[in-house]
């Protein structure tokens, strides 16, 4: 099975600033179809999550343009351009390439 | 609007079995996948499983295999996820998330959540 590697476990950040957010996979997340099914999820503190980002960089209806999605083969980053107090919680990537789908471990998001 | 709403929390013994509901509406129940994924308590996401538009087809990972049985109701837009021979370890919040396009993609649509609670 695919492992997804997130880091940091956990990010302070300053309103305001930049953040960051790398996601490894254990496997080329290059599909034979040619997309590459990485997606980012967000889980605000006592809520479901929720997609912000499908296919690495598409962000979802309704998503501020603050946060993007880059990366390829097995080497993605979620960042925040400006952090905003909403956006506290913890982010995940998941791939969808392999059978299982498997998410990573979580970053969690928080203001200094 | 989409809206999944999940049935209510559950206690329930080890050896037991628990069945969650998700009713979906605002949009075309028939079109779209149903994910499961649940999370213990202070813990990351865990996918668990997948059924298909119609209901023919489920596909679970392999831990959960033997143990889980997804199903759906057509007349009434309502997926059902079962988990039987429950331990302590499945104490967890199970989501249910819709997608129009299998797996890959994850849900874009999730419900509320249904904690589980396993315990003597």
């Known amino acids: 099975d695919v492992v997804m590697t997130q880091s940091p476990l956990s990010l302070p950040v300053t309103l305001g600033q930049p953040a960051s957010i790398s996601c490894r996979s254990s496997?080329?997340?290059?599909?034979?179809?040619?997309?590459?099914?990485l997606n980012w999820f967000q889980q605000r503190p006592g809520q479901s999550p929720r997609r912000l980002i499908y296919?690495?960089?598409n962000r979802d209806s309704g998503v501020p343009d603050r946060f993007s999605g880059s990366g390829s083969g097995t080497d993605f980053t979620l960042k925040i351009s400006r952090v905003e107090a909403e956006d506290v919680g913890v982010y995940y990537c998941m791939q969808g390439t392999h059978w299982p789908p498997a998410f990573g471990g979580g970053t969690k998001v928080e203001i200094k | 609007q989409v809206h999944l709403v999940q049935s209510g929390a559950e206690v329930k013994k080890p050896g037991a079995s628990v069945k969650v509901s998700c009713k979906a509406s605002g949009y075309t129940f028939t079109s779209y996948y149903m994910h499961w994924v649940r999370q213990a308590p202070g813990q990351g996401l865990e996918w668990m499983g997948i059924?298909?538009?119609?209901?023919?087809?489920?596909s679970y990972t392999q831990k959960f295999q033997g143990r889980v049985t997804m199903t759906r109701d057509t007349s009434t837009s309502t997926v059902y996820m079962e988990l039987s021979s429950l331990r302590s370890e499945d104490t967890a919040v199970y989501y249910c998330?819709?997608?129009?396009?299998?797996?890959?993609?994850?849900?874009?649509?999730w419900g509320q959540g249904t904690l589980v609670t396993v315990s003597s």
């Open positions: 059924i298909n538009p119609s209901g023919d087809r489920t």
């Open positions: 296919k690495v960089s």
């Open positions: 998330a819709r997608s129009r396009w299998g797996y890959s993609l994850g849900g874009d649509y």
């Open positions: 496997q080329s997340l290059l599909h034979s179809d040619g997309y590459t099914y």
